[in-house]
């Protein structure tokens, strides 16, 4: 009887030895992936005041394309351009009357923050003047920030005029 | 008028739907046969009803109703007839449409059988199926429905609405708005349908599960029951899945075929639990061991799956699925909550019950192996979710917003997948009851050998990077493991008959279709994973404005820009087409015509890349839309995706797998009776 008790125990404390030992793999996965891959959503002021703690991380920023700067070599593919802040908050939006006001705003008011995006490839069609940028990639030494992916909107185009990553606020 | 007749029919289902679950609860519990047999017969009338109107919309689409706006916002005039048959389900609404008619037609299906054996469980499968049936009518009806038709108010707004809004002034558009280009592609005209097949199909296990949970059948006779509506849920299923991955491939433009978008991984998730679920009854029926885990995973599957349709259609997350926005989400959220926590409390009102009925002794026995199975399959289901909705928990908890991408689940789950492939091979030369490290150790060298052998060479070939080597390893080890199934199957039943070994081969795997076919599906499985490892760590891109007569290279190919042709399609497209050559050590293969549609009507683009696909590569090459392409250069985005056709072909072994475990086996199943 005790015998056969201590041997239950025995038998089933190997299976959960195992199971502890699998949860443990499948959690240290989640916590080292969710840790390294974690993409950070960013406005120009939050990025700025974090500086260089930030450098390597996988981010996502959101600007107003300042248009005199954009620069486009059609060889190289190489496209540089500098964005001005926008808060990120959609109320914060709204208060200033809407998205495309609050681009007008961030454009044209020089004390706003700025930053330098360069990025390889096609120059999309909708990079313009006070259009809304959300880039995604990484802030380099000296404050450049190098994007692997550029999504632009244009308020006049999309009469939602807020910004996906206000909506999606995932 | 017929909208009014479609909506009617709509309102009649779902009277009926209610009934039927009214009329089989009072039948149950009064032990009255005929309330149960209303029951049946109500459920019976359902399916011809929801047919009569789901072929009314269809007439509605084909013939141009643009009055109506589901048909104006999918269909238009240049559109040809089968996408506008196929426009059902390119929308919210009439996806809904389509999930009850498949829902009352699996219904009535298993309604029709002989149940004078399970006479008990018949009126809880008619309470869940019609439930889950009248959720979704109520949705049609209340929310989303297709025959809602133009009115312009008094105001000057176009509002569609069933019944005019007091003085508006009915309107007839003359064209519609079109279906998304994206969606008019013949991957789009069976990825949904079969992604739906198999959502819906799991909610009869389901319903058998819950049948035998209330009334306190503790057997398997559910699961024996549902045995091939399980398969071939779980078939659809990965079928619809490998069909968006070719649609993603052929039509997305960006090279790739699978982006761990939530949809996707939502897709996937009740694929996850369907296929722990299709392993571990095994298990129940032959040693009588997971009963309360086989029950807590096809309630899992079932939530999971109407949260997959919840996601691919409520517009919650950003997605390339995104293509319609909707308020039903709570709807969805309470209807998950209410069937989810129901179940549970049944299963665990019933948890005594479902006790095993042999305990597990050997870490090394065949259903140690399948549970490991499941629980690194519970493994990437926790990933995925995980992965869905930390942004919700991270900008609750601490107000900032993150995001993780396909880097973070392509690391999370690659181990888990890996570890999936290696007991893939293992399990299937285990024994069930006792074993020892020892036995299966005697079974694992003779495959193991050739397995390692094949590492060596691949080394030698100068493969280095150490996925790939540890991907292939254990792709080479399933594969010979299989073999050497097959192998010792037949020899032994070659001796043991005499039979001529093709002959005892044949025999074997006519008299043991599940367990062949299983093995055949995981070949399937591990070729599919040449293809994934092909390109996960071997694609490489690159690209480049081209002038006329320039070329670009990659992966040792030469492609040349030759010319530019820009012209009105026939069904309204405007086409910009390319024309490119492509060289291997100055030799021509071929030409590739990269190009992009725009569609005036809706203002929309589409990518649709130049491929050459062979065994051992794919040349994907895209003619980039976003900047202004001149006659004079161009810029291209160009691919090289190794081995990515032995994700296709391992899906085509997939069905054929499928086939041989599901064939009907009448003799088997006159013994089983």
């Keep these: 009887m005790q015998k056969s008790l201590i041997r239950g125990v025995q038998g089933r404390g190997k299976f959960i030895i195992g199971g502890m030992f699998i949860l443990a793999a499948i959690i240290y996965l989640i916590v080292s992936a969710t840790q390294s891959n974690a993409e950070y959503f960013m406005t120009v002021n939050e990025l700025r005041s974090k500086g260089n703690s930030l450098v390597g991380r996988s981010l996502r920023i959101s600007g107003a394309v300042i248009g005199d700067t954009i620069q486009y070599d059609p060889l190289t593919m190489n496209l540089t351009f500098d964005i001005a802040h926008v808060p990120g908050d959609n109320a914060a939006i709204n208060m200033g009357g809407g998205l495309a006001a609050v681009l007008h705003t961030a454009v044209t008011d020089p004390t706003r923050t700025r930053l330098t995006i360069i990025y390889n490839g096609p120059r999309p069609d909708l990079l313009r003047d006070e259009a809304q940028a959300i880039i995604t990639g990484h802030l380099g030494e000296g404050g450049i920030f190098y994007a692997d992916e550029l999504l632009l909107k244009c308020p006049t185009k999309y009469q939602e005029g807020i910004p996906s990553q206000v909506v999606n606020s995932n | ?673």
């Design chain 2, 1 to 673: 008028m017929l909208a009014q007749f479609g909506i009617g029919m709509f309102l009649l289902t779902f009277l009926l739907a209610l009934f039927s679950v009214g009329a089989a609860v009072a039948g149950y519990f009064s032990k009255s046969d005929r309330w149960v047999e209303a029951a049946r017969r109500s459920m019976l009338l359902i399916f011809p009803l929801i047919t009569v109107a789901a072929l009314t919309l269809i007439y509605l689409l084909v013939t141009g109703h643009y009055e109506i706006e589901y048909v104006y916002s999918v269909t238009s005039n240049d559109m040809p007839f089968y996408l506008k048959v196929t426009a059902l389900w390119g929308g919210q609404a009439g996806s809904l449409v389509l999930w009850s008619w498949l829902m009352s037609a699996f219904a009535s299906a298993v309604t029709l059988r002989k149940w004078e054996r399970d006479r008990e469980l018949l009126p809880w499968v008619i309470v869940v199926t019609s439930v889950t049936l009248a959720f979704f009518l109520s949705l049609t009806i209340l929310y989303e429905n297709p025959f809602a038709r133009w009115w312009q108010t008094t105001a000057g707004d176009f509002v569609p609405r069933m019944f005019a809004p007091a003085g508006a002034v009915a309107i007839t558009p003359m064209d519609g708005q079109g279906l998304n280009p994206l969606l008019r592609h013949p991957g789009m005209i069976v990825h949904p349908p079969m992604l739906y097949l198999g959502f819906v199909a799991f909610v009869i296990p389901y319903a058998f599960a819950i049948a035998a949970l209330v009334t306190g059948h503790s057997d398997d006779r559910w699961i024996r029951l549902t045995r091939r509506w399980t398969l071939v849920a779980w078939v659809f299923l990965s079928i619809g899945l490998v069909l968006g991955m070719r649609w993603a491939y052929d039509v997305l433009g960006w090279g790739g075929y699978w982006a761990w978008d939530p949809v996707e991984t939502a897709s996937l998730m009740p694929w996850l639990t369907g296929t722990a679920f299709l392993h571990s009854v095994m298990i129940q029926e032959k040693r009588g061991m997971f009963k309360q885990w086989n029950m807590l995973l096809i309630i899992l599957t079932y939530a999971l799956v109407i949260f997959g349709t919840f996601l691919t259609r409520s517009g919650v997350f950003s997605s390339v699925h995104a293509f319609s926005q909707s308020a039903i989400g709570p709807m969805f959220f309470a209807f998950i909550g209410i069937t989810f926590v129901t179940s549970l409390a049944l299963l665990i009102y019933r948890w005594k019950d479902l006790r095993a009925e042999v305990e597990m002794r050997s870490l090394f026995s065949r259903e140690a192996f399948f549970l490991l199975n499941n629980l690194l399959f519970m493994g990437v289901l926790i990933v995925c979710f995980w992965g869905v909705i930390f942004p919700l928990i991270s900008e609750l908890v601490t107000g900032q917003k993150v995001t993780v991408g396909p880097p973070f689940y392509q690391r999370a789950n690659g181990p888990l997948f890996g570890a999936l492939m290696a007991i893939m091979g293992i399990a299937p030369l285990t024994a069930w009851g006792r074993s020892t490290a020892g036995t299966l150790g005697r079974m694992l060298w003779k495959p193991a050998i050739p397995s390692l052998l094949t590492t060596v060479i691949l080394l030698f070939l100068g493969m280095r990077n150490w996925i790939a080597l540890i991907g292939f390893t254990l792709v080479a080890f399933v594969i010979f493991v299989t073999i050497y199934e097959f192998w010792s199957g037949g020899r032994s039943r070659e001796k043991k008959v005499k039979e001529n070994f093709l002959v005892a081969l044949w025999q074997l795997v006519g008299r043991n279709r599940r367990r062949y076919g299983g093995y055949l599906i995981h070949l399937s499985m591990v070729v599919m994973a040449i293809g994934i490892l092909g390109i996960e760590v071997y694609r490489t891109t690159t690209q480049k404005t081209l002038a006329v007569g320039e070329d670009i290279q990659i992966a040792g190919y030469t492609l040349r820009y030759n010319s530019l042709a820009q012209f009105p399609s026939t069904d309204g497209r405007f086409v910009t087409r390319a024309n490119m050559s492509v060289f291997r050590d100055g030799k021509l293969l071929g030409n590739l015509y990269p190009r992009y549609d725009y569609y005036p009507t809706s203002g929309q683009m589409m990518t649709v890349a130049g491929v050459r696909s062979t065994l051992a590569d794919d040349l994907y090459v895209v003619l980039v839309n976003w900047e202004n392409v001149s006659l004079i250069q161009a810029p291209f985005k160009v691919y090289h995706n190794p081995l990515i056709n032995w994700l296709w072909i391992g899906s085509l072994m997939f069905i054929f797998g499928f086939l041989v475990a599901a064939w009907p086996d009448r003799e088997k199943e006159k013994r089983e009776e």
